[in-house]
């Protein structure tokens, strides 16, 4: 059995009927909010409460509906089936696959994976490229060793407790096929807060408020995408941080 983890919903309607296999989406955004809970049914309960309040849904029985039936579909995955990832190389994404990852070397089950990455620029990923770029990406994926995924997997729990320097650690020897793996963990490492910044993504914001002399948050955003696409941030958790920005000015 072949099947294909998505970052998105909006890949999967790009692929839906053009490829084989089974379509799960990771309908995530983990690296906003919080993920301290290792116990999965407190995870969700975590998670399902935050996203009901921090994005202006007011019903968490969402999460339940259309999140983890798709994450529990990753707990059953068979022996032997073949999965490939489509995440992107920054931040967003890759802070989704590697609670993917996680997943699926917890099961315990022996599978092949491959990783479909994006030709388009990082700004555009996926949604940059065109149905023949998509197959072709398809058709020649990385394949990942099982030392590649055992490595990968180690991530998330480290990511939870923000151990950056034993993250760098880990991708170092998949530096080669992979090199976009230190530079979201990096990217993760300078958006922290430290004494004297508010962290990479404010500081961003705050300098292109000041260029374009305004707090109008549409070219705000526009201009954050492209120069910080490194976050994969979307317009939500961009205007979460402008709206914190403003109210503390």
Known sequence: MLYHIL??????????????????????????????????????????????TAYGDSDPGKYYEKVVPEFEQLQQIEAGAAVNLWFEEDLFCQVNCWFVL??????????????????????????????????????????LSKYAFAQLSRLWPLYQKNEIEAMLEVVAPLKTDFPFLSRAIKAHRDRLPQANSL????????????ELDTREFGPVFQAFHKQESIYGFGDLQVKRLFDELVASS
């Not at 917890?106 to 479909?116: A, F, K, N, P, R």
């Not at 962290?199 to 000041?210: E, S």
């Open 7 to 52: 970052n998105g919903d909006a890949l999967k309607s790009q692929l839906e009927g053009k490829i084989t296999g089974q379509l799960i989406v990771a309908r995530e955004c983990l690296v906003d909010g919080p993920i301290t809970s290792t116990n999965l049914s407190s995870f969700y309960k975590e998670r399902a409460e935050f996203l009901s």
């Open 102 to 143: 996680h997943l699926l070397k917890q099961t315990g089950v022996d599978i092949q994976l491959s990783w479909v990455l994006p030709t388009a620029d990082i700004r555009y990923g996926f949604g940059g490229m065109s149905e023949a770029d998509l197959l072709k990406a398809f058709e020649n994926p990385t394949a």
């Open 199 to 210: 962290g990479r993504p404010k500081q961003a914001l705050l300098q292109i408020m000041q």
